[in-house]
């Protein structure tokens, strides 16, 4: 039954899956045409249309199956005659297994090694995500069609879902008083996506069967409108919440047990890099002990309360006004040991006149993640083309600047999260400084769907300056025989520290319009 | 009994569409389900075909519980509706090659004789037929498996008469060797057929008759008399639609029995100069019933 089934969709919809299928292996075709690199830069814009035209694409092919045999209604030809239902629903999710994922694995697995990786690990990660994709994108697409009668009221759908769901944070965003989410643009901010998919899968579940079984459209459609009222609820959670459940899910919490924060004062404002900073800034010294070799503890997020001589609170917060990855307070190590640093807090401007004269207790608030190092590669600075177990294929290029190395990789699988890039001279030892690309993803579970099974990312880094303004040890004199090194990080815990500062004048650590200070190393 | 209904209720909201329907279709017989538009007819179709469930009450199909008709049931059972959906990409004999498995009994004899016979194109994909084709190709999927019922829900609703000739013509080929429900407004085209009948009105039975039965007990009766004729104040409530124009009064009479009319209507018209009683065709019989019933309320 399921096979006859499977062969009456197929006669209706082969020109469809025929379309999907060449739209997935073109994806696959550019991504793998653009290289590590990615050149063409104008080939990248038609490769991330193709991309979403895949997802697109894959949707209108699940619909148009499901709709083959409409659920809602009385009055179709099917539900008079003798089909098990059971058949029905299996025979629509093999339909789309084979005709959406089986050209998907067929296409990430020939760029995977057309790319030059072993076919094991290739099919390991396309399979994963075509898993991934199964359950987060395809379960749910399959539910809304088991719920609407035609690919246009499935768009509606889809519509109404996206403009609830954007309602709820709109009303998230007021309930804050216009801040943005608690994790948004930290490495939390998986959080939201995890527990949308995590949604989205169980009312898909829940849906389905009951509309297969039951055709309890009524109480599908209270499950499907339940779950996307849900949807914004993260929106209204706090960063702290959040953030004990990141800290319960560190893979090894007691490794940063050891770590402590102190106020350093004998750490000199002048030992500040010149940064150039606003009037309100303060640049407090830390000493930060404790650390392990090869260490970055990145700071998600600082919160500064300021109590005055009576007890009273005179400030409470952020101790950026930034959204991003704490570019306040990155420590980094290859030592271990102990770090000062001048850690940089805006504070508002009326705060800071009120405040900057007279002494008070500070109080601040970290979260914190330690970062290991996981792997370390280096590559010819000069038309390098290697291939690492951590980075994957990479290759780098003077840019047509000439001011900059190119370092590009595809990578099966996700991309490295946190990743230091030097320049250096091993013939004459002579070191560029580090720089971290960073855009953690604190995500127990890395996988990786979009826009194909390979992930991509690259750096640009500096060996001349055009202004003529500073001078790099490793210029482009030394290229030929410079190399690129590369280091990459993971997460490995996220604790918390609270500092008290009991009593401070913060108008003797105030950045002047000229200096400010990132980190001493 | 192959339908029975057993005190059914269905309610959409503070509508009742069924209220306490009760009747049983034997085995065999050709049952006419009569009403008006919105008389409730497509719901109980619906509804023994477990396309909708009832709100209170208890229906069986081939001696099972509708809510838990299984394959097996459904295997024998043919259904024809004026708002049947069809895949419309499929054509004809995609389709009907798509059915052909799921039914162990199909004839495929029996399916090209019909095909022949209702003059479906093969190759026409269903999207493009008309509504008469359509129906005619929900027959065409509807018997060749010679099911033990078949239900067909307003078959020949706006259909022309070439096309109401074939499809009557489809449904002859098979009709005397299964029992057939067929729910109607349109009384003429299958009174030939019709071996039972059931009377709905807004929801409710107003009465289940053998149609042999129902055609000797209701007369349309003729009465000329001596003098200047005029409506009868208190008439029997079994005379409905009476009517006096002349010295000649009609009425129709639905416990008509030869042997007593001439003593009924000495009783209440007195003289009589003479008296026609003619057999009436079951759309007058419906028509009168129902208007009564609207009217005033009346004795089955």
Known sequence: MIWRIFRKDWAQLWLLVAILAVTQIANAGLWFALGPLEEPQGLVVAAQIVSYLVLLGAAVLITATVQQDVLIGVSQDWLVRPIRRGALLCAKLIFIIVTVHGPMLVADVAHGTASGFPLRDTIGVALARSVYLALIFDLPVFAVAALTRTLVQAAATLLAIWFVVAIGIAAGLLVRGGAPPPFAASGMQWMTPAFWSLLAFCAATAIIPLQYRHRATSRARAILWGAVLLAPLLSFSTWAAAFSVQRFLSPDAAIAQPIAIAFEPSLERAAAEPVATSAGTVLLPLRVIGLASEAIVMNDRAVIRLVGRDGRTLYSGRTTVNIGYGDDFPVGTSEGGEVRLHQRIAFPDR??????????????????????????STIAALNGDGRFMAFGWCRTEVDADGDDIELGCTRIGSAPQCVTIALENPSNGRRNPETPYCEPDYAPLSLHFHPDAMSHFGADIKFHDLQQLAKYPVDGSQLADARVSLKSYEPVAHFTRHLVIPDIRLGDWAADATAGATQLR | MIVHLDNIWKKYGRFDALRGLSFSVPEGSVFALFGANGAGKTTTIKMLMNLIGPTTGHATVLGVNTRALSLKELAQIGYVSENQDMPGRMTVAGYIDYLRPFYPTWDR???????????????????????????KMALACALPFRPKLLVLDEPLSGLDALVRDE??????????????????????????????????????????????????????????????????????????????????????????????????????????????????????????????????????
Request: aromatic letters at 6%; a neutral charge.
């Open chain 2, 109 to 135: 004899a029996l399916e090209a004789d019909l095909l022949g016979m209702l003059r479906l194109p093969p190759d026409r994909r269903i999207k493009d037929l008309s509504h008469g084709m359509r129906l």
């Open chain 2, 167 to 300: 499809f009557m013509e489809g449904l002859m080929l098979e009709a005397g060797k299964m029992t057939v429900l067929i729910s109607s407004h349109e009384l003429a085209e299958i009174e030939e057929i019709t071996t039972h009948v059931a009377f709905l009105d807004r929801g409710a039975l107003l009465f289940q008759e053998e149609k042999a039965d129902l055609k000797a007990r209701v007369r349309a009766v003729q009465v000329t008399l001596e003098s200047e004729a005029c409506v009868p104040a208190m008439a029997p409530q079994q005379w409905l639609d009476i009517r006096a124009k002349g010295n000649v009064l009609s009425f129709m009479d639905i416990q008509y029995s030869e042997g007593n009319l001439a003593a009924r209507l000495a009783a209440v018209v007195g003289v009589v100069r003479h008296v026609e009683a003619r057999p009436v065709a079951l759309r007058s019989v419906y028509t009168t019933l129902a208007r009564a019933v609207r009217d005033e309320g009346v004795q089955k």
């Open chain 1, 351 to 376: 705060i800071y006149k009120l405040v900057r004269a007279q002494p008070v207790r500070a109080e601040i608030d970290y979260s914190l993640t330690l970062f290991r190092v996981a792997a370390a």
